[in-house]
């Protein structure tokens, strides 16, 4: 799942290596088959699979040593393929090699080269199913994380405060009039305003900031190291610019949408499920003041 780092990928980046990659798997598979074939049938086997880059040179090669994303560079299993996939691949150079020069390929022998290749299908599969589990962290209408993985990585940084004491602001927004805008042009339009906002929040927090979607027209981002006044000042900034906006959600229709925010401090002394129901107080407290506005919790709210 993503990680609490500027790293953290974006859903489209996840889904782009999940496409690489099972792509790569395909034409790997392919190029087990093909010189399998030529082995077995004695028929003439390619250059490159004699080549000191084969490993390079193949299709599955070209993918790995391709410009990645670093989150995928980071991932334990990507790393270990490099080593697999050249030991694989030397192990295919020395048998073809062999037969190529009219010697008979001892059981032993093929069966060295299947355990390799085993072993590297299975870190294939792992990595797999590594980005399939990161791509369902994310809502696939706003690309922003879910629930689920964000309050896990939430759970990390109450733990981080409590340990360091510094400071974290949790922030909870919610689109003024949704219904209204699902009611006069659909839910088409209305999934549109839903895309516009997580956007607009990814493009204007930042890279470490994390944004989920808690609810149907809410989002709730969580803003290591900032002070409340810092908070209040970035998120008003956001607000207005929300407010200033307008969202093309036809070739003719343009709308203009409002937000209210509510804002208060991760404590480290409470469960940050806490902190979050004091986030969402302040936010029902911008609406019940008109809207469009930016809320701190108080403690008074709960009277």
């Known amino acids: 799942m993503p990680s609490m780092s500027e790293n953290r990928p974006t859903l489209e980046d996840v889904s782009k290596a999940l496409d690489g990659l099972n792509n790569a798997i395909i034409e790997h598979t392919k190029w087990v088959a093909s010189w399998s074939r030529s082995a077995i049938c004695n028929t003439p086997m390619s250059k490159e699979y004699l080549s000191a880059h084969s490993s390079h040179q193949c299709k599955f090669g070209k993918w790995y040593y391709s410009p990645h994303h670093d989150f995928l560079k980071e991932n334990l299993e990507f790393i270990a393929l490099d080593k697999l996939h050249n030991v694989m691949h030397d192990s295919v150079r020395k048998i073809i090699g062999k037969i190529s020069a009219g010697k008979t390929l001892s059981p032993r022998e093929y069966d060295k080269f299947l355990s390799h290749e085993v072993h590297f299908a299975t870190t294939l599969a792992k990595l797999r199913d590594d980005l399939l589990g990161l791509s369902h962290s994310y ?3 706003t690309g922003t994380l879910n629930r689920q993985a964000f309050f896990q990585l939430l759970s990390q940084e109450h733990a981080r405060i409590k340990r360091t004491s510094e400071f974290c602001c949790l922030m909870l927004v919610d ?10 042009y659909g839910h088409k339009v209305g999934d549109i305003v839903l895309r516009h906002i997580a956007d607009f929040l990814n493009d204007n927090l930042r890279p470490y900031d994390l944004t989920c979607r808690y609810g149907g027209e809410e989002f709730l981002a969580c803003l290591p190291n900032t002070t409340i006044d810092i908070a209040q000042t970035a998120i ?7 407010s200033q ?4 959600v036809t070739d003719d229709i343009k709308i203009k949408i409002t937000a209210s925010f509510g804002i208060t401090l991760l404590s480290a002394d409470e469960d940050w499920s806490m902190s979050i129901e004091h986030a ?3 936010m029902y407290q911008a609406k019940a003041n008109g809207r469009n506005r930016v809320v701190v919790w108080q403690e008074d709210f709960e009277e």
């Open 139 to 141: 809502d696939y209408l």
């Open 245 to 248: 906006t307008e969202i093309a």
């Open 280 to 282: 969402d107080k302040a």
């Open 236 to 242: 008003e900034r956001l607000r207005e610019n929300i």
């Open 175 to 184: 689109i003024d009039h949704f219904k209204k805008v699902n009611d006069k």
